[in-house]
């Protein structure tokens, strides 16, 4: 009798092996599908269920019936001609470029000043940027808040500067910063380095053009 029962054990353990192994390796072709035909960034499949369990096999077709992203209904079809359903909570993430602290309509991105991180679509808002790239020397349109997506109505048009324009130098160190005047020595855009003529040394010097009046220059 105990041999019977310590059988009868060990084929349900193994039973129950088997289907949790099947299950794991749809999870994963499920997981390979989606990152195969959709453009997100990073992808979960979790609480997966199967309304019967599948062949030995991976599934030679696989088709989305409803969801996604959310709770999505799979229909996968194997080439033994055993068709099953598959039912899971999906989670799909993307890549967006957020502001490191708060900033003030006008003020220049730096490199510094952004971060990506991932983000669960849903979200995302609308014209969310996704490559800080867009961003870099680019004026801020309005004033922004700490670690929220930056839009693309965020972000400013590069304004032009002409040649011979006077300009506020800013020079500066920790604790304390020197002005002068100056002017520019050619036409640039808001966002991107220029030659500048001190007016009070006459020394040509290199900064970066933070807005329409104003060149910062870096010890």
Known sequence: MKHLFALTFMMLALSICGISSATASVEDRLKEFLKENYPWTDIEVRELTLNAEPPDQDPWKIMVERGLPGKTVFSLEFG?????????????????????????????????????????VGRIPKGAVRDPESVINRPLARSIIAN????????????????????????????????????????????????????????????????????????
């Not at 030659?195 to 040394?201: F, L």
Request: proline residues 1%; charged residues 25%.
């Open 80 to 120: 033994n001609g055993k068709r099953i359903t598959a039912t899971a909570d999906v989670r799909v993430f993307d890549t967006v470029v957020l502001g490191r602290r708060a900033f003030r309509k006008g003020y220049v991105m730096g490199k510094d000043d952004l971060y990506v991180t991932l983000m669960e």
């Open 148 to 219: 929220a997506p930056i839009v693309d109505t965020m972000i400013g048009s590069r304004q032009q500067v002409r040649r011979g324009q006077r300009v506020l130098l800013v020079a500066g160190a920790e604790g304390f910063n020197i002005t002068t005047l100056g002017e520019m020595r050619e036409s640039a855009s808001v966002g991107n380095y220029v030659k500048v003529v001190n007016t009070a040394s006459k020394k040509t010097v290199t900064g970066l053009l933070i807005d329409e009046n104003t060149v910062r220059v870096e010890f």
